[in-house]
């Protein structure tokens, strides 16, 4: 027997090793892009909802701005619902303030639901409520998602910012 021969039996299976191993690692690398591709798919979904509540926080700011005799009326939470109520439609019980003169009270009544009909259709289990911030003179404005409740959001020392909290917190001066 020669010293080829003998070199050519232990390398047999070498080449069938070795397209495993490079299997293997292709294998790991593809996970890892399925794992960051879900990552984004679900940050970028965050992200949605994060600029959906922003828009209705805006709005929210505007129209207690624009009715100033009624901050107070905006800023107790019992003047917004608990619970999210979304439907496909316009709510029937609007008062249609565009056609028609009303008092401050009744503007805000409307500006309240509208705010929390877009909320609650925009996002999913969107919630959105006015109240006085009890870290200081400022008043909030909270969206939250997720049926998490707007309470939930706030805390006497601050804003959550738990990693899980679904919320938007905007403070506006009053």
């Given at each position: 027997?020669?010293?080829?021969?003998?070199?050519?039996?232990?390398?047999?299976?070498?080449?069938?090793?070795?397209?495993?191993?490079?299997?293997?690692?292709?294998?790991?690398?593809?996970?890892?892009?399925?794992?960051?591709?879900?990552?984004?798919?679900?940050?970028?979904?965050?992200?949605?909802?994060?600029?959906?509540?922003?828009?209705?926080?805006?709005?929210?700011?505007?129209?207690?701005?624009?009715?100033?005799?009624?901050?107070?009326?905006?800023?107790?939470?019992?003047?917004?619902?608990?619970?999210?109520?979304?439907?496909?439609?316009?709510?029937?019980?609007?008062?249609?303030?565009?056609d028609a003169v009303c008092t401050a009270e009744e503007m805000a009544d409307w500006d309240i639901k509208q705010l929390v009909w877009a909320a609650s259709t925009s996002l999913l289990g969107g919630r959105v409520m006015a109240t006085?911030?009890?870290?200081?003179?400022?008043?909030?404005?909270?969206?939250?998602?997720?049926?998490?409740?707007?309470?939930?959001?706030?805390?006497?020392?601050?804003?959550?910012?738990?990693?899980?909290?679904?919320?938007?917190?905007?403070?506006?001066?009053?």
């Amino acid at each position: 027997m020669s010293l080829l021969q003998t070199d050519r039996r232990r390398q047999a299976g070498v080449g069938l090793l070795e397209v495993l191993i490079a299997l293997l690692i292709i294998a790991i690398g593809a996970l890892g892009y399925a794992g960051l591709q879900l990552t984004a798919l679900r940050n970028s979904g965050d992200a949605a909802d994060r600029a959906h509540a922003a828009m209705i926080a805006q709005d929210a700011i505007e129209r207690i701005k624009s009715n100033p005799a009624m901050s107070d009326y905006y800023a107790d939470p019992d003047n917004w619902p608990a619970s999210a109520n979304g439907s496909a439609g316009s709510p029937e019980d609007w008062k249609v303030c565009r056609d028609a003169v009303c008092t401050a009270e009744e503007m805000a009544d409307w500006d309240i639901k509208q705010l929390v009909w877009a909320a609650s259709t925009s996002l999913l289990g969107g919630r959105v409520m006015a109240t006085d911030c009890d870290f200081g003179s400022l008043g909030c404005v909270v969206v939250s998602w997720d049926e998490q409740a707007p309470a939930l959001c706030l805390s006497e020392d601050g804003i959550n910012t738990a990693d899980d909290s679904q919320c938007l917190v905007m403070e506006i001066q009053r």
